[in-house]
């Protein structure tokens, strides 16, 4: 783990202590405001999706019939350890519906065997069992996590627990009456055991059916597919992430913000990887902030809400000029044997009409995996 912190006040900035985990990067920022402490953890990974159109007694259709995942090669770093998030693939379907309370929910499996040893992550903001039990990646010391995102119900749910068979059918994310809701999946691949058998590989087999249901569980028209079928080989390769990077984000005026959308500015850094090897082309990265975003469509994450807290301004972070969106695939940079860099900037982005002077912390987590 390496922690990344950016302190400064809309007056100033100082480090805080560092922690090692795996391929795990936090940057905390802090600030004081009229002087103005911005701190910001940075960590790294990645996800997934599906769609089918409904049948006659429905009132929702998807945009997408069918998702296909195939992860092939997995990455897995020499220093990986059980809980790193080795890979993800994530899709986004949109579900209109006319007027009438409806759900989605998973409606049969392929492949009920699938099953959890215990072994616990925590992504996107909520704690999932990890499948690594029934599945023909499970010798490879690899798991399998599905978080699905509905932005009806606006949160994250832990899609695993549905597992083994369907005794979590009763699982379901309500849709949006009259209206569109974009469901977000993320199927993430983790680590599950200390050994590797690199250049060996396994098949991954299952097909998931997710439809519309009533308030009464009554299920009214399939939705779409989720897919997992092919081979995945591990290999190993990745790099070394710095223990770690301090940012400092200089001193800075609440008097130099001229309303929503104005910047402090620009400050560039780098998290640096070290001794990359093997036969990945891209290095990916996934960001996700711990208090979600202040302003989505301009990469601006929030700050956190503790007592003294500044109000009215987020941290606006870019990687390599891209906003850091979590509805599409995560941002790449190209694979560097020896040294590979990953750019970004930061800045102080007004997001209110005023501003409020105190601290201004922010923790988000960066995902980093191989392709």
């Known amino acids: 783990m390496q922690r990344l912190i950016f302190e400064s006040s809309l007056f100033a900035l100082h480090r805080r202590d560092k922690a090692q985990c795996g391929n795990k990067a936090f940057y905390r920022l802090k600030n004081n405001l009229p002087r103005l402490y911005p701190t910001l953890i940075?960590?790294?990974?990645?996800?997934?999706?599906?769609?089918?159109?409904?049948?006659?007694?429905?009132?929702?259709?998807?945009?997408?019939?069918?998702?296909?995942?195939?992860?092939?090669t997995v990455i897995v770093p020499a220093d990986a350890?059980?809980?790193?998030?080795?890979?993800?693939?994530?899709?986004?379907?949109?579900?209109?519906?006319?007027?009438?309370?409806?759900?989605?929910q998973v409606s049969s499996v392929s492949n009920p065997g699938w099953d959890s040893s215990g072994m616990t992550v925590t992504v996107d903001g909520v704690i999932c069992r990890v499948l690594d039990k029934g599945?023909?990646?499970?010798?490879?010391?690899?798991?399998?996590?599905?978080?699905?995102?509905?932005?009806a119900a606006g949160t994250w749910g832990c899609m695993t627990s549905l597992f083994p068979g369907l005794?979590?059918?009763?699982?379901?994310?309500?849709?949006?009456?009259n209206g569109t809701a974009a469901i977000t999946d993320k199927l993430y691949?983790?680590?599950?055991?200390?050994?590797?058998?690199?250049?060996?590989?396994?098949?991954?087999?299952?097909?998931i059916a997710v439809s519309e249901s009533d308030q009464d569980d009554n299920l009214m028209g399939e939705l779409y597919d989720i897919d997992f079928h092919g081979s995945v080989q591990i290999s190993t390769g990745g790099c070394t992430i710095n223990s770690q990077t301090s940012v400092d984000m200089g001193t800075v005026s609440t008097a130099s913000f001229h309303g929503v959308g104005s910047m402090g500015p620009t400050v560039p850094f780098a998290i640096t990887l070290t001794n990359c090897e093997g036969s990945a082309a891209n290095v990916r990265v996934?960001?996700?902030?711990?208090?979600?975003?202040?302003?989505?469509?301009?990469?601006?994450?929030?700050?956190?809400?503790?007592?003294?807290?500044?109000?009215?301004?987020?941290?606006?972070?870019?990687?390599?000029?891209?906003?850091?969106?979590?509805?599409?695939?995560?941002?790449?940079?190209?694979?560097?044997?020896?040294?590979?860099?990953?750019?970004?900037?930061a800045n102080y982005y007004q997001v209110a009409e005023s501003i409020k002077a105190g601290r201004a912390d922010s923790t988000a987590i960066f995902y980093i995996y191989y392709e």
């Open 42 to 72: 940075l960590l790294i990974f990645a996800g997934l999706l599906f769609a089918r159109h409904a049948s006659a007694e429905s009132i929702c259709q998807s945009d997408s019939s069918r998702y296909n995942v195939n992860m092939q």
């Open 81 to 104: 350890q059980p809980g790193d998030i080795l890979k993800v693939a994530t899709n986004t379907v949109n579900i209109t519906c006319g007027a009438g309370a409806r759900n989605q």
């Open 135 to 151: 599945m023909g990646i499970s010798d490879l010391g690899l798991g399998i996590v599905w978080t699905n995102y509905n932005s």
């Open 167 to 177: 005794d979590g059918a009763r699982l379901r994310r309500g849709l949006q009456y």
């Open 189 to 207: 691949i983790v680590k599950t055991h200390s050994e590797s058998d690199y250049g060996k590989s396994g098949q991954i087999e299952q097909s």
């Open 286 to 345: 996934h960001v996700e902030p711990n208090y979600g975003y202040a302003d989505l469509n301009n990469s601006v994450i929030a700050l956190s809400q503790e007592e003294n807290s500044a109000a009215g301004v987020g941290i606006r972070l870019l990687l390599d000029g891209k906003k850091i969106n979590p509805d599409v695939d995560s941002i790449k940079v190209p694979f560097q044997q020896g040294t590979t860099l990953i750019p970004f900037t």
